[in-house]
């Protein structure tokens, strides 16, 4: 495709709000909140591997953890879960009843852990397809991408077509040596139409033109001819997405508010997400209901970011923090549950962890905290509630008149 018309199609994909590069890429804060999440993951699955405590099927190990985590992040990653369902009739992806294909995998996931640069993981990706996995394949790239999103992109069946269809090649899905050719034809374009360093911008292009939805002369008679219908059911779909994912922000931005004035009510001093500052719920900006800055000392700077991301705090008046909590309306209970782990252990007195979710994850939250990798942390266990919805809603007024401290949440927060 010419320069000029491949300037076009990248200016037409940027101005589309509904895109996955506005959706997804550059307007998604739990995106940001992901990557921890799951290199935090892959670590735990090359930790199991290592010590043979795995397991022999995908649904309950740490690797579904991870999956699906990547599966959360909007339309782009949708499906990202299958290519590592155990699927016993055709006994594959052969890493659950083979040790050494699974002893293999970990350790070409703890080599993209340790990777200091690009050439390191390109060596390990040779290798590992050296042993021909049943079933293991470049969907594996969706992990990596995670670890190091500037030098390696997703992969996956729309992004494969729109890659074919916006440069005329003819790529196949299942093949290693087909996405390393793709991602240096990735990198090469990308330097020259530089969306962002991160590569999941440039992807994202792909995908809008792989499913239809960005039209292209290379792709219009496909579109036209065969994927009309389809098409309009995903700008509907999208735009019900678009739609829901504004109800659940605008349910998150008002769980937040009022554990916000119910902590001030109580004389606390308020801490609100460092991103979610400029949000607004019932005609307020949430930051007005916060301090400032979060005075947090003698703490490493990374665990200092994520702790500035949690939801909400409450400090007392020498601003030592007591109580967390985190909202969690249709994203990772189990990032939720990291980030308030890594507060507990960065404060040197007793502090409440809350997980704040709608009344309908009620199961998924117990599930998430009787994992065994929980149940061993005593600590955590003793100090993580949980408080419903409905709970804080409806009795917020009341505990704002009459409580005291934060053990009026007491009554409404539950324990397994």
């Not at 700008?235 to 922000?249: F, I, M, N, T």
Request: hydrophobic fraction near 40%.
């Amino acid at each position: 495709m010419a320069s000029s018309m491949m300037s076009q199609v990248v200016k037409e994909y940027m101005q589309d709000t509904e895109s996955v590069y506005h959706t997804w890429f550059i307007n998604n804060d739990e995106r940001l909140k992901a990557f921890r999440t799951i290199k935090k993951g892959v670590n735990q699955v090359v930790t199991e591997i290592e010590a043979r405590t795995f397991g022999n099927d995908f649904k309950g190990s740490s690797l579904e953890i991870v999956v699906t985590a990547i599966s959360e992040q909007k339309q782009i990653f949708e499906g990202a879960a299958h290519p590592f369902f155990w699927k016993p009739k055709l006994r594959i992806p052969d890493i659950y009843e083979n040790a050494t294909n699974q002893l293999a995998f970990g350790r070409f996931l703890n080599t993209c852990l340790q990777a200091n640069n690009e050439k390191q993981i390109f060596e390990g990706i040779v290798k590992l397809n050296q042993l021909r996995i049943k079933g293991l394949g470049p969907a594996v790239a969706n992990i990596i991408y995670f670890l190091h999103p500037t030098w390696f992109p997703p992969f996956n069946t729309a992004i494969v077509r729109g890659f074919n269809e916006l440069f005329n090649k003819k790529i196949k899905l299942g093949s290693w040596p087909a996405y390393l050719e793709m991602r240096a034809y990735i990198l090469s374009v990308n330097e020259r139409h530089s969306l962002s360093k991160d590569l999941g911008a440039f992807t994202g292009l792909l995908f809008e033109i792989g499913s239809g939805r960005l039209v292209i002369p290379e792709n219009a008679e496909h579109v036209l001819d065969i994927e009309e219908k389809k098409r309009l059911k995903m700008l509907k779909k999208r735009h019900d997405q678009v739609l829901k994912d504004s109800a659940e922000e605008n349910a998150h931005s008002e769980m937040q508010y009022h554990l916000a004035r119910l902590g001030k009510s109580l004389g606390y001093n308020v801490w609100i997400a460092q991103n979610d500052h400029k949000r607004e719920y019932n005609g307020q900006k949430l930051g007005e209901y916060s301090i400032s800055g979060l005075p947090l000392s003698g703490i490493d700077k990374n665990v200092s970011d994520t702790i500035s991301l949690i939801d909400v705090l409450w400090l007392n008046q020498n601003n030592k923090i007591i109580s967390g909590f985190e909202v969690e309306k249709s994203t990772s209970i189990y990032s939720g549950i990291l980030r308030l782990y890594d507060l507990s252990l960065s404060v040197d007195q007793a502090c409440k962890l809350f997980l704040v979710a709608p009344d309908t994850r009620e199961e998924e939250i117990r599930a998430q905290l009787l994992r065994p990798s929980f149940l061993k942390e005593e600590a955590l266990k003793s100090a993580m509630s949980y408080i419903l919805f409905s709970d804080l809603k409806c009795d917020c007024d009341a505990m704002c008149k009459f409580g005291a401290d934060v053990s009026v949440l007491n009554p409404i927060s539950k324990t397994v």
